[in-house]
């Protein structure tokens, strides 16, 4: 996992934004040089591709809380994929696992702390190949 911090502008959404392949295509920017992921050059992959590998929990969780408990929050991601049900439970209940958060799988996502909804988030973007990277 990768945390990026700095002040209010400095440019995390950016480098964020640049990472998981957003910018230039989804939002303007000049992107220069050259950025690698696994030896692939991140210009050249697709955001489904890349979704597949990267995922952004942003600070405020809530703006990205999809489902209304917290397996199904989890499930999320695996779901987008287009993965068999048995491959979404098992990578859902692995996460849950890493993440010690087991416990929580029916609670309503409304009804979590602040930290409870970063780690479903977390949950929701990783499996055991991922990278993701909150920012704050």
Excluded: H, W
Excluded at 62 to 90: C, H, K, M, W
Aim: aromatic share 6%; with cysteine.
């Amino acid at each position: 996992m990768l945390l990026i911090a700095g002040s209010s502008g400095c440019g995390k959404t950016t480098l964020a934004r640049c990472i998981n392949g957003l910018i230039p295509r989804s939002y303007r920017g000049e992107l220069t040089g050259k950025a690698l992921l696994y030896g692939k050059e991140i210009a050249k992959l697709q955001i489904p591709e890349m979704a597949q590998t990267v995922g952004t929990l942003l600070q405020d969780p809530e703006r990205q809380i999809v489902a209304s408990n917290v397996f199904n929050e989890i499930a999320f991601g695996p779901e987008n994929l287009g993965l068999p049900r048995d491959e979404i439970y098992t990578r859902v209940e692995q996460a849950m696992k890493r993440l010690n958060i087991e416990y929580l799988a029916e609670r309503e996502t409304f009804n979590l702390s602040g930290g409870e909804k970063q780690k479903s988030g977390i949950g929701r973007c990783a499996d055991d190949e991922s990278i993701y990277f909150v920012v704050r």
